[in-house]
Every structure is written in structure tokens, then in C-alpha cells.
């Protein structure tokens, strides 16, 4: 017994040097207890980091760390330099559709943990990927999400052809797709824009810029203005979700995660003036925040953002430019408060000018079902 006790380990000593450990190791180490496995669990959840995706690399900033020595770090995405597109995050998850044969239009959806480095491929054909100056231009547009009721990850894929719109909602829990077709026919937002959904609160959104019944496609409803197209996850049914009554008719819009609600951005950059932030509970939209126009940026920039701190009440923004639009390296935090800006670079951003930014808290979720 006295030889048992010297080979204990105190807990204290136990929880310093996990932190430190490899994460492949952590997920093995989760099963030793369940002091363990509830600790292992929580290491990350205040983690919190920022995901910055350009057409051939995916790269990472601790926004926990000190704000003059941030760095963008290279995620070393497993299928290498091939042409992708980050769709979404889910729990530490991303998704990412990869070109594979572009002549053949062959692509894969790969559902990837970083910190973990596990990842599944999904094939997919007829994505027809194309890369321009803009990004990508496809006629496919995409959601990942995340069924807590199930513990299920999956993707919604939105594809037009011969007049109507299919969806296709593939789940990791049963390797499987099913079918149907939109009452309607979408036009997502075009190529130069956003090709994803929003995930919040078990819905995905899509900001669509015109949309038609697929029983007089020579109409369009609404009145041929953007709307947002939702997907929910509880029925599995979608809706058509108007914006904003001060979003005047074909004006710029883009949607994002503002805290755990849906956040709609106002662009009034073509006028030199301001970005308004909307936010909607079930059934009605917000004016939550005004953000002023800084004077000395180009009339083509304005200044989108990308992560609010409830904590500090700063709101993270980076330079993006109105057409086309993709993020700048210039970074701005704001302060509602006081109604200031502070600007600040990222180290390594410099090299690259990305197309996708998203909030992103490392995970040890598994993929195997």
C-alpha cells in the first residue's frame, strides 16, 4: 500500500499538466474518470479564437491574446493547398467543400476538428468550382450545423437547377443525404459575396438576393428584394425571413453571428456614411448598434464586424471592401462605450487577403459515430 501511495499523483499537480498535453492525447485521457473527462471538456471553452480562410489555406488568432502581439497562425489544412471554401463552425468543427477534379466538377465536404486533427470527407459532384479574383463562383451554396437533440452534425446543400431549387441535408450520424425541392427558386447571394449559412440557435440563414415561385419563374416575390432564407433544424422546414424595414430595396446586407443572435449588417459605404448592426429574436429585428463611419477610409471600404466581446463591450472590425468583398489586414476594435477606435495588425495577415472570417473555440469532439 505505502508503494501505491507514493505513485499517486495529487489532483492539483494532475489538472496543471493537462492543459499541457497534446490534444490527441487529451482525448484518450478523457475516459480515466469522470473528474477527468468534465475537466478535459471545459479546457477550451473560453479558448476563444478567430477562423481567417483564404482560397488555399486556413489560418487561426488567439482574440484571448494580448492584442499588440496577436499572430495568424497556419492550420496545416490536411488536404493541403488544394482550392476550398470554409462553409461554417460548429463546436470546434469545420466544414470546408474542396475542389478535387474541377473539369470533371468533383469535390469533397470535409468536416475537419483542428485541434484534434481527425477529419471525414463527403464526395459530392456537379460543384463546378471556379476561382476568380472574387473568391469562388459556383452555383451551389452551402449550411453546417449542428442537432444538439441528436448530437449530429450536418450540411445543407442548396443546388438551382432547370428552374427549381433542391436542398440535399446530409448527417454525420447516418453517413447519408436526403432530397427535396424548395417551393422556390432562390438566387443566393452572387459570387464575389458570402456562399454559407449563418448557424444561430439551431437555424441556418442565408441571405438570398432575389427569390421566385418555381410556378411563374418570370415573377420574383418580395418584390425582387433580398431576403433571408432559414432552415431550422427543430421541423426541418425552411421559411423565407424578410429583413429589416429600414433595409431599403437592393441595398447591402450581410448577416453574422452577433453574440448568439442572428446580426444583420446595414452597409451605407457607397455614401461615406455608417454600418448599422440589427439583431433578431423570434419575430422582430432590432437596431442594436450604430457604427460610425471612420473619415479616412476609401469610399470603396467600410468596416464589417467580425467578433463582439460582451465583456468589454468592443466590437472587432476589419476593412473589408464593398465589391469585391473580401477582409483587409487592418484590423479596428470599438468601444460602445466610449464610441472609439483602436487600430491594430495582426501578425502574418499581411501575407494573404482572406474571403471568410468566423468565430471559432477549439474542441475535443469526436467524429466518429
Known amino acids: 500500500?505505502?508503494?501505491?501511495?507514493?505513485?499517486?499523483?495529487?489532483?492539483?499537480?494532475?489538472?496543471?499538466?493537462?492543459?499541457?498535453?497534446p490534444a490527441k492525447s487529451l482525448v484518450r485521457f478523457k475516459c480515466v474518470s469522470k473528474a477527468w473527462h468534465s475537466f478535459i471538456n471545459a479546457l477550451n471553452s473560453d479558448n476563444r479564437k478567430l477562423i481567417f480562410s483564404t482560397l488555399r489555406s486556413i489560418h487561426s488568432v488567439d482574440i484571448g491574446a494580448n492584442i499588440?502581439?496577436?499572430?495568424?497562425?497556419?492550420l496545416n489544412f490536411p488536404l493541403g493547398k488544394l482550392l476550398h471554401q470554409l462553409i461554417g463552425c460548429c463546436n470546434g468543427v469545420l466544414c470546408i467543400v474542396v475542389q478535387i477534379d474541377r473539369h470533371a466538377g468533383e469535390a469533397v465536404l470535409v468536416i475537419w476538428n483542428p485541434w484534434t486533427g481527425r477529419y471525414k470527407t463527403v464526395p459530392i459532384s456537379g460543384v463546378n468550382l471556379t476561382e476568380t479574383m472574387y473568391?469562388?463562383?459556383?452555383?451551389?451554396?452551402?449550411?453546417?450545423?449542428?442537432?444538439?437533440?441528436?448530437?449530429?452534425?450536418?450540411?445543407?446543400?442548396l443546388v438551382k437547377r432547370d428552374g427549381i431549387t433542391e436542398f440535399r441535408i446530409y448527417s454525420l450520424n447516418s453517413d447519408s443525404w436526403k432530397y427535396g425541392i424548395l417551393p422556390w427558386y432562390i438566387f443566393p447571394m452572387s459570387y464575389e459575396r458570402k456562399y454559407s449559412a449563418t448557424f444561430i440557435d439551431r437555424s441556418l440563414y442565408w441571405r438570398i438576393d432575389h427569390i421566385k415561385d418555381t410556378k411563374d419563374p418570370w415573377t420574383a416575390l418580395f418584390g425582387g428584394s433580398s431576403v433571408i432564407l432559414c432552415f431550422s433544424l427543430v421541423d426541418e422546414n425552411f421559411r423565407v425571413i424578410l429583413p429589416p424595414d429600414d433595409v431599403a430595396k437592393g441595398a447591402e446586407f450581410d448577416l453574422f453571428d452577433f453574440g448568439g443572435c442572428l446580426g444583420l449588417i446595414h452597409c451605407h459605404a457607397r455614401r461615406r456614411a455608417h454600418v448599422d448592426i440589427w439583431t433578431r429574436n423570434e419575430h422582430n429585428w432590432t437596431k442594436s448598434m450604430c457604427i460610425p463611419r471612420l473619415q479616412e477610409l476609401h469610399n470603396s471600404l467600410y468596416l464589417a464586424p467580425v467578433f463582439f466581446n460582451n465583456g468589454t463591450g468592443e466590437v472587432l472590425l476589419h476593412e473589408k471592401d464593398t465589391y469585391p468583398c473580401r477582409g483587409k489586414e487592418v484590423f479596428y476594435l470599438y468601444s460602445l462605450e466610449k464610441k472609439t477606435f483602436r487600430k491594430f495588425n495582426i501578425e502574418g495577415m499581411e501575407q494573404f487577403t482572406f474571403h471568410i472570417d468566423m468565430p471559432y473555440t477549439p474542441s475535443l469532439t469526436s467524429l466518429t459515430r
Open 135 to 157: 473568391g469562388f463562383a459556383y452555383k451551389n451554396t452551402y449550411g453546417f450545423c449542428f442537432d444538439q437533440s441528436t448530437n449530429d452534425y450536418k450540411i445543407v446543400r
Open 1 to 21: 500500500m505505502g508503494s501505491d501511495g507514493k505513485r499517486h499523483i495529487p489532483d492539483h499537480v494532475t489538472f496543471t499538466i493537462l492543459p499541457r498535453l
Open 68 to 74: 499588440n502581439n496577436m499572430k495568424a497562425r497556419n
